[in-house]
C-alpha cells in the first residue's frame, strides 16, 4: 500500500481555539501536501469522491499509535466535519511521523489500489 508521512508534535494548543487546516483532495491527490498543523488541531479532508484515510500502526513510545480516534474512517464529498490530530508527549521539536493511505470508496468499499502519498506534519503549538 502506498502511504504518506505525517508528523505529530505535543503542544498546549486547544483545538477549539484552532482554525482547521483543510486539504482538498481532487482525483486521488492531496493539496497542499505536505501540510503542517500543531497537536490537538482539526484537520478538514475536503474530497471530490468518498475515500477512506488509513493511519499505519505504530510503534511511538509514550503515543497515540495513530493520531486519530477513529481509524480508518471515511471522509465524505460535499462535508466538512473536522478530524482533530494528536501526537505523542515525547516528540522532539521535528516532530512524529504517522503513515497513512486514501483509497476511493465505491458503493461504501474502499477501492485498490490506494491513491498517491499525501503527507501531514504535526509541530510544537506557538507558546506565549
Do not use: E
Not at 487546516?21 to 468518498?50: F, L
Not at 503513515?99 to 465505491?106: R, V, W
Amino acid at each position: 500500500m502506498l502511504t504518506g508521512v505525517m508528523m505529530g508534535m505535543v503542544g498546549c494548543n486547544k483545538a477549539n481555539n484552532a482554525t482547521a487546516t483543510r486539504i482538498q483532495i481532487i482525483n486521488c491527490i492531496a493539496t497542499p501536501d505536505p501540510v503542517s498543523v500543531h497537536d490537538q488541531d482539526p484537520v478538514i479532508w475536503i474530497p471530490d469522491v468518498d475515500y477512506q484515510v488509513t493511519f499505519v500502526l505504530t510503534n511511538t513510545p509514550n503515543g497515540p499509535a495513530v493520531p486519530v480516534s477513529s481509524n480508518p474512517f471515511v471522509v465524505k464529498a460535499g462535508t466538512t466535519v473536522p478530524q482533530i490530530i494528536h501526537g505523542p508527549s515525547n516528540c522532539s521539536t521535528a516532530g512524529c511521523y504517522y503513515k497513512y493511505g486514501l483509497n476511493k470508496m465505491s458503493n461504501g468499499v474502499p477501492v485498490s489500489p490506494p491513491c498517491i502519498d499525501p503527507g501531514i506534519r504535526v509541530v510544537p503549538a506557538a507558546t506565549g
